[in-house]
């Protein structure tokens, strides 16, 4: 559904999935994985809703107040076989109704604590391959797309990709290299290009992967004509590269 030439049925579909996911209706790793087609869509839309899914980090809601009272159903339901032995048919009715009730809720305090344990990109098939083509989708954005969203999704997917990177240990040839075009002091998303750049680099990352970023950065940062706040920014990051590495 999320390749439908509709476009706003797509755009429906996409939501409902993403909708049901965060309910813990349909919040499963098979869930995920076809949500992650919304990257690789050719509707810039979908492909930023889907990447600021995979980039919000899970977090479980608060338990229903019925959850909390599960306790109170069971002390019921021990009062009423204590207080009345009289096997009416409202009395078994209610029983069976306190039952359902009881095993319902404890369902779901059961599905909260399953799900606390992982983000969605933790559970997506091939972390790798979907990396490589959400890397190509980046490189396809296109002339013929508005300028300004092109940049808006061309960013968040520079984020999604150096959280995937850094979060998997994986290396993708030619990601830092796409980088480089955005390592401009003029440049007002630079602090975004930085976190996602940043986040990429893992202990396994060869140095010649990042080589070219690191002489860019003190190229264009580390230099006494600029104004001290882009100095300062140039100093951060090279320091949180090389932390890293």
């Known amino acids: 559904m999320l390749k439908d030439p509709n476009k706003k049925a797509a755009r429906k579909t996409l939501n409902i999935i993403i909708f049901l996911y965060k309910k813990k209706i349909w919040n499963d790793s098979k869930t995920v994985n076809s949500i992650s087609n919304g990257c690789l869509s050719n509707d810039l839309k979908i492909i930023y809703a889907t990447c600021r899914f995979f980039l919000s980090e899970y977090k479980e809601e608060e338990p229903e107040s019925d959850d909390e009272s599960i306790d109170g159903l069971k002390n019921k339901f021990k009062l009423m076989g204590k207080n009345n032995n009289k096997k009416t048919k409202a009395r ?40 490589e083509k959400l890397f190509s989708r980046l490189k396809s954005i296109g002339k013929n797309d508005n300028v300004s969203k092109k940049f808006k999704v061309k960013l968040i997917i520079i984020k999604l990709l150096g959280r995937m990177i850094g979060r998997h240990k994986l290396i993708i040839s030619g ?18 290009i930085l976190a996602g750049m940043i986040e990429a680099c893992h202990e396994l990352m060869p140095s010649s992967e990042i080589e070219e970023v690191l002489n860019k950065l003190f190229d264009n940062f580390i230099s006494e004509c600029l104004p001290p706040p882009s100095i300062t920014i140039g100093l951060n990051a090279l320091r949180e590269v090389i932390i890293i590495l």
Do not use: W
């Open 175 to 192: 990601f830092f290299t796409e980088i480089l075009k955005y390592l401009e002091p003029s440049n007002k998303e630079l602090p975004t």
């Open 92 to 131: 078994k009715s209610k029983l069976k109704k306190l039952i359902k009730a009881i095993e319902r809720r404890g369902n779901r305090q059961a599905k909260v604590k399953i799900n606390t344990d992982f983000m969605p990109i933790d559970v997506l098939n091939d972390p790798h391959t979907f990396c």
